[in-house]
């Protein structure tokens, strides 16, 4: 089929059925974790919590976004399966479904064919309703050819609750009922929200440096929730880039971190943000500026 041909929504978009047997998984894992409110909740269920949170988002942030959907550097393929297994094991499926569905999102944002466009559909389904339709699940092979071809990942995106199963006997091995419900749920559920929130409110709350074809924009607050994410009117100018906060003012927790392995050599060619984007920014940004001063004082 042509990528021309391949443009469309997709079929499941406008069926839009919901089986409920898709909503069940979800809707279980907020639930167990009231099972806190019975076993009690421990410091090392607490630090449990935190700890999978940063290093799971740092899996979404670096494996899933910047490395498999963009390729904005190179790693080997040992760390390449690390990276796919820490983000799978945040059940947020495979990084092939993850990756070509985010490609999709890059080629038709906000347009049609964008299948989470807060800006066409609301906030709602751009969050997680677009998740329960039947047909969503499904992985798109022929966007993610680069890294289908590696049978490791094939694997990690079929078998996808191997690694967050392997982790939350983990949790409960390491803490007890608490570190299942707090160490792996909880921090499970609000692994889920963060990332889903760049879905949701990253293309209508917060400020548009750049003119770009979407509505997409930077925000301070869910760039510190998703370590780096936020800026997300950045990354749509420049979606190459390893980092997303263009600028030393702008937190990315995730580019630190990957520019200290890069020194490790465990990760290299972190693409840059070109001169002329960075230049093109600053002039927004005085213009912006300039604007504020003048504008009169109501």
Known sequence: MADSDR????????????????????????????????????????????VLYFVRMFGVTAGYHRYFAHRSFKTSRV?????????????????????????RHHK??????????????????????????????ETDLARIRDFAKYPELRFLNRFQLLPPTLLALACLAIAGL?????????STVLLWHGTFL???????????????????????????????????????????????????WEI?????????????RIVWDLRAVPEKVLEEGRQADRERRRERRTAPAH
């Open 7 to 50: 443009a469309a929504t997709p079929d499941w978009m406008h069926r839009r059925t919901f089986p409920f047997r898709h909503m069940v998984p979800f809707l279980v894992c907020h639930l167990v974790v009231l099972g806190a409110f019975f076993t009690g909740v421990t410091w090392q269920a607490v630090a449990l919590c935190a």
């Open 79 to 103: 760390f390449q399966f690390v990276l796919a297994f820490i983000a799978t094991s945040s059940a947020q499926k495979g990084a092939l479904w993850w990756a070509a569905h985010h490609r």
């Open 108 to 137: 038709y944002s906000d347009q049609e064919g964008d299948v989470h466009s807060p800006v066409r559909e609301g906030f709602l389904w751009s969050h997680m309703g677009w998740l329960f339709v039947d047909g969503s699940e």
């Open 178 to 186: 608490p570190g299942l419900f707090i160490g792996f749920f909880l």
């Open 198 to 248: 760049i879905n949701s409110l990253a293309h209508v709350v917060g400020s548009r440096r750049f003119e770009t074809k979407d509505e997409s924009r930077n925000n301070l607050w869910l760039a510190l929730i998703t370590l780096g994410e936020g800026w997300h009117n950045n990354h749509h100018r420049h979606q190459a880039s390893c980092r997303q906060g263009f600028y030393w």
């Open 252 to 264: 990315d927790v995730t580019y630190y971190v990957l520019f200290l392995l890069s020194k490790v």
